[in-house]
């Protein structure tokens, strides 16, 4: 194995768990998130030696990825549906996060509610708020305008306060 391959393969041990995680944000599914990976990991390998350093392979296989999800938007859409609600309990134990079992039941609802945003919403609330971008950046990433991604950030957002409203309890509780 030459130096340009060990690079590739040190690449992948490293960061493929990293794009795992960004992956699953984006399409709120673990296996559509692999799915998503490999394709950048793929692709990624195809453009390795036209990559003029290995330490921009991670922002390229990013690039990737948030390419392929725009360009799976625009296919036709499949109905998905998620079996049964679940309760959140008691409203007066909502600030109690100690508690594991009320922990999860906060989980379930949050990520119930990211996979209740469109898959454009969700991609720049991963892109602005997991990942940390600029709105530019999201932009850019993403092949849209910056107002596009104002726009989606405030939908992403108001359907969450929508569908969550014990967001903001959570997030007060969190930063205590």
């Known amino acids: 194995m030459d130096a340009r391959e060990a690079d590739y393969a040190h690449f992948v041990r490293t960061r493929t768990h990293a794009l795992l995680r960004s992956a699953y944000l984006l399409t709120g599914d673990q296996h559509l998130a692999e799915d998503l990976v490999q394709e950048a990991l793929a692709r990624t390998h195809r453009a390795w ?11 390229y296989a990013r690039k990737v990825m948030y390419h392929a999800q725009v360009s799976l938007w ?26 594991v079992a009320e922990a999860t039941v906060q989980r379930v609802a949050l990520r119930r509610a990211l996979l209740a945003l469109t898959a454009k919403q969700r991609a720049v ?4 708020y997991f990942e940390d971008h600029t709105e530019a950046e999201a932009a850019q ?9 104002k726009t989606q950030t405030a ?4 359907r969450l306060r929508t569908l969550v409203p014990d967001l903001r309890v959570l ?5 205590r």
């Not at 030696?49 to 922002?59: D, K, Q, T, W």
């Open 49 to 59: 030696l036209r990559l003029e350093r290995p330490e921009h392979a991670e922002a």
């Open 74 to 99: 625009r296919r036709p859409k499949v109905a998905e549906v998620l079996p049964g609600e679940i309760e959140s309990g008691d409203a007066g134990d909502a600030g109690s996060t100690e508690d």
């Open 125 to 128: 609330i991963v892109l602005r």
């Open 141 to 149: 990433l993403l092949g849209v305008s910056v107002s596009t991604i």
């Open 155 to 158: 939908r992403a957002l108001d």
């Open 171 to 175: 997030t007060s509780e969190q930063q």
